[in-house]
Nanobody, 115 residues
Framework: VQLVESGGGLVQPGGSLRLSCVAS????????MTWYRQSPGKERELVGG????????SLTASVKGRFTISRDNDKNMVYLQMSRMKPEDTAVYYC?????????WGQGTQVTVSS
């Protein structure tokens, strides 16, 4: 199983970024996918998830209305579109799949929201 995130960077408050995660090594379309983030000094927190078909997604309250999750099963990709970003969104963002009782993680991508 391999998950590789990309798309992070520095963005000003109020700006937007789209994170991507490409998956390999497992039947991608058969599993829900999730995004987590971890800020310095804090525990890793769930940002949101999307069903295996992409027909439903959920987001934690702090990002609801600003972030959206989508996926492209033909490309084995899952996305996190972030808009109206805030300094408190600064974190390393990880995509994740739970499979056979184990959590699999990518290496993460750093997102910094600062003026």
């Amino acid at each position: 199983v391999q998950l590789v995130e990309s798309g992070g960077g520095l963005v000003q408050p109020g700006g937007s970024l789209r994170l991507s995660c490409v998956a390999s090594g497992f039947p991608f379309s058969s599993f829900p996918m999730t995004w987590y983030r971890q800020s310095p000094g804090k525990e890793r927190e769930l940002v949101g998830g999307i069903t295996k078909d992409g027909d439903m997604s959920s987001l934690t309250a702090s990002v609801k209305g600003r972030f959206t999750i989508s996926r492209d099963n033909d490309k084995n990709m899952v996305y996190l579109q972030m808009s109206r970003m805030k300094p408190e969104d600064t974190a390393v963002y990880y995509c994740n799949v739970y499979m056979r009782g184990e959590m699999f993680w990518g290496q993460g991508t750093q997102v910094t929201v600062s003026s």
